[in-house]
């Protein structure tokens, strides 16, 4: 209160609504402890009991069917290095509300996003380029090969593929997000080049701290700064926008929670909540959204209702 004054009724508020609570600790009774522990003993002693019995009578099956693995093992070994393992996509995915980080061969870093999904080859080596096909939205910390344009070979290229464009990368940190027919591209270090499918554009070259924005469907492209760490902020559960709107912020939850959002009163939508909002989960941003700008929110299965109090 003393960092935040102006926010004194909000924090009053919050301080208000988590002293409604009163926890309780639950402990069983020793009686209970002793006759969970009793009946355990008893059914592993039983299933021991029934392993002896079995064992006996699975001896001459079992000779059999090793004699059968045998053969079997012997030609898949066979077919195995006659035929080498191909290099298959390794696909991974994010539910909602999740975030995961991924190791590449390289060693190079990706934090993908709630609601987001990337592929690659399972191995990568000095004939191929470095590739990774996105959808949705992720932090790329790429590794380093060669630090010279004039002499980069083909495994020191990496190239990240969106649904509008190709991004390509020596080694930086960027973030890619690709919601609701648009595509955002912030550059925190290093350099870029991003080259549009479907425009006649010439690629764009971005320095730290241009933001790149590209919308096929209204035909609008817009190249402005950020500031990369606001902006990548997801990556510790945080959500930073400059003044962000509520409809701003609703869109963002709708996208990484899955839930469907609706605000009553399109005045409401307007309207600005000033500083981080917190998303260690949907209920946090919420709480949020009610106590600063005075709304009640309506739950249901797979939809929320905010509207004015």
Known sequence: MQAYPQKKEAIENASAFLQQFNPETHWPDEHYIEQCFEKHLSDIEHIEKAKVVSI???????LIAVAASLVGIILLASLFFRY????????????????????????????????S???????????????????????FDI?????????IRP??????????????????????????????????????????KDSAQSSIVLAPGDMFTYNPGMKQIIHT?????????????????????L???????EDNYGKKIIVTDTALEKRKIE???????????????????????????????????
């Open 84 to 115: 080498p393992a191909q290099n298959k996509p390794i696909a991974v995915t994010t539910r909602y509300g999740e975030i995961k980080e991924v190791l590449l061969p390289d060693s190079s870093v990706i934090i993908l996003n709630a609601n």
């Open 275 to 309: 500083g981080p909002i917190l998303l260690n989960n949907l209920d946090d941003a919420l709480f949020i959204i009610s106590t600063v700008l005075h709304t009640d929110i309506d739950k249901t299965d797979s939809t929320l209702m905010i509207r004015p109090r």
């Open 247 to 253: 409809a701003q912020i609703v869109n963002y939850l």
């Open 225 to 245: 700064t950020t500031v990369p760490e606001d902006y990548t902020a997801w990556r510790e559960k945080k959500l930073i926008l400059n003044d962000p709107t």
């Open 117 to 139: 999904h990337i592929s690659f080859n399972k191995n990568w080596n000095t004939n191929q380029r470095r590739e990774i096909w996105l959808d949705g939205e992720a932090f």
């Open 155 to 196: 495994y020191e290229r990496f190239l990240v593929h969106g649904k509008d464009m190709t991004i390509e990368v020596l080694g930086t940190a960027f973030d890619v997000r690709q919601r609701r027919g648009a595509t955002e591209v912030v550059l925190q270090s290093g350099k870029i080049k991003i080259t549009l």
């Open 56 to 62: 006996k009578r699975r001896n001459i099956r079992r």
């Open 143 to 151: 590794k380093h090969l060669n630090k010279n344009p004039d002499t």
